[in-house]
């Protein structure tokens, strides 16, 4: 298993694919690790999502073309978060909750 930089994940959506076409919807994308400014927009600030239909990727755009800080989510990636999540909500919890 290698580790990459990718852009933090806030909210989980879908993945399909009909063998043409991936489509990646309800994803919320923040910042990855190095929180380099090159995803802010110039004079707003604000990020995008940059996605890849054709590709099957969801990335955030980048306004700095010489950074190389993170990489874009292949939907294979996210859609093993979808079954990560899957399998963990499935579990029963062992011990009750504190409270």
């Known amino acids: 298993m290698s580790r990459s930089r990718k852009p933090s994940v806030f909210q ?19 910042l990855c690790a190095a929180g380099c400014a090159c995803h802010r927009h110039p004079s707003s600030g604000h990020l995008a999502i940059a996605e ?15 950074c190389g800080c993170c990489e874009a989510w292949t939907a294979e990636e996210l859609a093993g978060i979808l079954r990560d999540l899957k399998a963990v909500t499935s579990l029963q919890s062992q011990e009750p909750l504190a409270g």
């Open 12 to 30: 989980v959506g879908k993945v399909r694919d009909d063998g043409r076409t991936v489509v990646i919807s309800g994803w919320g994308l923040g």
């Open 52 to 66: 890849d239909q054709a590709g099957g990727r969801l990335g955030l755009v980048t306004f700095d073309e010489d």
